[in-house]
């Protein structure tokens, strides 16, 4: 009664499920079908960090898990001026606080990241803010 599988998070692909199932009188019986497991995406940006030396919130950067093509990316941080303070096509280098070697003042910045989605040519750009404290 009531099967339920949860398939792991990355592993895509076409599975075949079969439930097979016997009746009280002992007549069996065999459904099938094939279920396409596609890649989510999942990603999570922080909204505050704090550059301070102290080896925790050092550095600013989207956590990018599944479902984005990491050689299509790009961060971009910008001031309230819309000046570009920073800009990455990395996904493993964030933003340490810093613009042209000199640390930033304490405050808001403008976050945009860039990327192209794994399965399909759709390309993603998503905006935000970052909270910046020493």
Request: hydrophobic share 35%; net charge negative; charged share 20%.
């Amino acid at each position: 009664m009531n099967p339920e599988h949860t398939f792991p998070i990355g592993e895509i692909g076409n599975y075949l499920v079969e439930l097979i199932v016997t009746s009280q009188f002992g007549c069996v019986d065999t459904a099938s079908q094939i279920i396409i497991v596609k890649d989510q995406l999942l990603y999570y940006v922080p909204n505050t960090f704090t550059p301070d030396g102290d080896e925790h919130n050092n550095e600013f950067r989207p956590i990018m898990t599944a479902g984005m093509d990491p050689h299509d990316y790009q961060l971009s941080i910008y001031n309230r001026w819309g000046e570009l303070l920073f800009e990455s096509n990395d996904i493993s280098i964030g933003w340490d606080g810093t613009y042209n070697g000199e640390f930033v003042q304490e405050g808001t910045y403008v976050w945009t990241i860039r990327f192209g989605m794994m399965d399909t040519d759709e390309i993603r750009t998503d905006r935000g803010h970052i909270n910046l404290f020493r």
